[in-house]
T-cell receptor, first 113, second 115 residues
Framework: NAGVTQTPKFRVLKTGQSMTLLCAQDMNHEYMYWYRQDPGMGLRLIHYSVGEGTTAKGEVPDGYNVSRLKKQNFLLGLESAAPSQTSVYFC????????????FGPGTRLTVL | AQSVTQLGSHVSVSEGALVLLRCNYSSSVPPYLFWYVQYPNQGLQLLLKYTSAATLVKGINGFEAEFKKSETSFHLTKPSAHMSDAAEYFCAVSDLGTGRRALTFGSGTRLQVQP
């Protein structure tokens, strides 16, 4: 049981380049989330999904797109990376119950030069 | 909307000393509250959560937290710090009523444990 996995672990991009971050979970969770973590700001919600084929915006969605074609996968895309997107990105999943635990992946550290 | 505030971005204690990490919440409805820990270069791991069953919640690694409605607080404590407790700690509140079932996090407190 791997839980939540993320690829890649590290990536360096130049301004304007594009990339996709992949998140996979093997717990059959309906809900999946992408957060970004910046120093002194905690984690902020970028996008989320309440089930296969659905996506919705979180608090800081600008510059990102997502897709949930399969229940177990949630992709985060950056079409034209900017230095302001330098951050650590975490994927999480959960059953969609308010009292339930969210399970987090190990994170992707992205640097945009 | 729910929110949490963590007082103190850095806390330093001696090994064996009491650990106290502060979290205050704002919510118009009874909140569900969580404490997560992040060890260096790792993801977040749940320490404990309050879901209205008991006001004193015990978690992993000897941590506990007490929900105090009158003080709108959910402070995290541990009687005796170990070197292995050095990490960043996040308080979070569940987004009730939004349908997102997401978490709103505080800014985090980095705990240092001195030998």
């Amino acid at each position: 049981n791997a839980g939540v996995t993320q690829t890649p672990k590290f990536r360096v991009l130049k301004t304007g380049q594009s990339m996709t971050l992949l998140c996979a979970q093997d717990m059959n969770h309906e809900y999946m989330y992408w957060y970004r973590q910046d120093p002194g700001m905690g984690l902020r919600l970028i996008h989320y999904s309440v089930g296969e084929g659905t996506t919705a915006k979180g608090e800081v969605p600008d510059g990102y797109n997502v897709s949930r074609l399969k229940k177990q996968n949630f992709l985060l895309g950056l079409e034209s990376a900017a230095p302001s997107q330098t951050s650590v990105y975490f994927c999480a999943s959960g059953r969609g119950v308010d009292t339930d635990t969210q399970y987090f992946g190990p994170g992707t550290r992205l640097t945009v030069l | 909307a729910q929110s949490v505030t963590q007082l103190g971005s850095h806390v330093s204690v001696s090994e064996g000393a009491l650990v106290l990490l502060r979290c205050n919440y704002s919510s118009s409805v009874p909140p569900y509250l969580f404490w997560y820990v992040q060890y260096p270069n790792q993801g977040l791991q749940l320490l404990l959560k309050y879901t209205s069953a008991a006001t004193l919640v015990k978690g992993i690694n000897g941590f506990e937290a007490e929900f105090k409605k009158s003080e709108t607080s959910f402070h995290l404590t541990k009687p005796s710090a170990h070197m292995s407790d050095a990490a960043e700690y996040f308080c979070a509140v569940s987004d009730l009523g939004t349908g997102r079932r997401a978490l709103t996090f505080g800014s985090g407190t980095r705990l240092q444990v001195q030998p």
